[in-house]
């Protein structure tokens, strides 16, 4: 079982897409987003600040190419696009904005107080086969992930890895879509595959358990729109994310 | 005076960026992201869904070429990335989800109820040179907008076109970029170059002014995300977006 650096190192453009950080056999979406965030990542500007990608057509497990093009390196931030294909086929495309989150100031105003949620220690970990879920999510054995739902339509917890690893910006880019669909408290299918997931780490956070806040926004028979918002162990909000995913209605 | 439509024609690949929709000078970015949409819509697929953008360095007005590659092309929607360039220089680059709004279900559920905004037949129109803003807005000649601050770092008013057409899934592109910062009601400067805009539109809105609530997330000494909402006169959610900008503290 490999860590989530290594399993998201790149190296000379070719990764290889471990069968570990996967939902159902298809590696999740937000490990690959962290994957092709490294492979844009440089010394001067390490961060990933914004991370926007469409998701195109699931890759399976294995080698897999990540092309990486520059498209403006400034002073304080740098923007590139980066391609993930396997076998000739385009499975993502994304545009990053990397900065250093060291040297961008500390919090200053923010609307985004962190949410209530019930102790970590009174959850229960999500196991690899949760009841309903319809898929096994192997990636479970590599977090701690423990959820409630506060409402419909509104789930929080707490996520770390099991291995004692802490997040950074990079795997925050992981954690934003780690958590079930906001959907699954409201008669939805489980299967929400994502058109669009866009990603802005605002720190480096803390080590210890982030706090997981995840809910549906707008819900339409055929699409749902959903705000994922993580904070810290200090409660400093260290990401924000909005995805648009494909969504179906539980059959009766 | 060339209305909105018009102002983001794209023909063979060529645009004319318009000296009316621009701020300071120069072209507003939602106003781009329009553009670029327009150019990546089909017959099939004519509303863009999801949009995310880089902003990589501001054109000026006049000629510009828009660059459209096919990323995906499925049969409820299509996945496009879109290029903006001027005199060899890329100033922006797009993802596009472009789908077919008309098809894609009534709303089931939201977490989404509109804002309360004080009556549109009380506010003012916002002038082209608004106090405080140390730059001529001139698409402000084009729409008329009326603000009010409704608590620090939240914004809300209303949003038509002057000559009366009604907003639709692209021209709501433009929309989620026109509000002024959520910023200047925290002693910002006027100056908040976009670095990432996504947005999601989620209905084609019914005719009438927009219901427009822009709010700020998470302030830091450099870098700010806010969120933008957008309802029709029907009070049903028809976009919303987020930004990351760079941000400066106003001077004492």
Chains 1, 2 share one sequence.
């Not at 802005?200 to 806040?213: D, F, T």
């Amino acid at each position: 079982m490999a860590g989530f650096a290594q399993a998201t190192t790149v190296s000379d453009g070719e990764a290889q897409l471990d069968p570990q950080w996967t939902v159902g056999g298809r590696p999740n979406g937000g490990y690959l987003l962290a994957l092709m965030a490294r492979a844009a990542a440089t010394p001067t500007h390490p961060h990933p600040m914004s991370a926007s990608a469409v998701y195109l057509s699931p890759p399976d497990p294995g080698p897999a190419a990540v092309e990486v093009e520059s498209l403006r390196d400034g002073r304080s931030a740098s923007q590139a696009r980066v391609r993930l294909t396997q076998k000739e086929r385009t499975c993502v495309e994304a545009l990053f904005t990397l900065g250093d989150l060291t040297t961008t100031g500390t919090p200053r105003w923010t609307d985004t107080e962190p949410p209530s949620v019930t102790p970590r220690d009174e959850l229960s970990r999500t196991p690899v086969d949760p009841p309903g879920a319809g898929v096994r999510i192997d990636m479970l054995e590599m977090v701690d992930q423990r959820i409630t739902i506060e409402a419909p339509g509104d789930i929080r917890g707490w996520l770390s890895f099991d291995d004692g690893s802490p997040f950074d910006p990079i795997s925050l880019l992981y954690a934003v879509d780690s958590f079930p669909p906001a959907t699954f408290t409201l008669g939805g299918s489980g299967w929400t595959p994502t058109l669009e997931l866009t990603a802005y780490v605002r720190g480096i956070p803390a080590p210890g358990p982030l706090r997981v806040r995840q809910r549906a926004r707008l819900v339409t028979e055929t699409l749902l729109d959903q705000v994922c918002e993580i904070w810290d162990s200090t409660d400093r909000v260290v990401a924000q994310a909005t995805q648009l995913a494909a969504y179906r209605l539980a059959r009766p």
